[in-house]
Nanobody, 123 residues
Framework: QMQLVESGGGLVQAGGSLRLSCAASGRPFSNYAMAWFRQAPGKEREFLIYISYSGQYSYSPDSLKGRFAISRDDDKSTVYLQMNNLAPEDTAVYHC????????????????WGPGTQVTVSS
């Protein structure tokens, strides 16, 4: 089993930035692709971005490019989500997820999930 714990959420004003962290344990972190999803109240979970196990490849939808970026530190078994120019519609619980080797956009492909961290953006 892999355990994932997110941190770094909180309340931020519109236009601000946050960096979320996700610390992993229990499995060799460098073998796992890592992804971020979010779920707003009353909405389905939404894929945001992933990074491959090697760190050489990442993917996010065009709608998020330029605002959200992902990075990983294998020495710390941690993946980060840098979020810039936040808007109220970014308010959600943000989850990290892990799967072996390559990332995908489908939440069902990820066997390991963190409990999430709340991000609230005020207008």
């Amino acid at each position: 089993q892999m355990q994932l714990v997110e941190s770094g959420g909180g309340l931020v004003q519109a236009g601000g930035s946050l960096r979320l962290s996700c610390a992993a344990s229990g499995r060799p972190f460098s073998n796992y692709a890592m992804a971020w999803f979010r779920q707003a109240p009353g909405k389905e979970r939404e894929f945001l971005i992933y990074i491959s196990y090697s760190g050489q490849y990442s993917y996010s939808p065009d709608s998020l490019k330029g605002r959200f970026a992902i990075s990983r530190d294998d020495d710390k078994s941690t993946v980060y989500l840098q979020m810039n120019n936040l808007a109220p519609e970014d308010t959600a619980v943000y989850h990290c997820a892990a799967r072996l080797y390559e990332g995908t956009t489908a939440e069902g492909d990820y066997p390991y999930w963190g409990p999430g961290t709340q991000v609230t953006v005020s207008s």
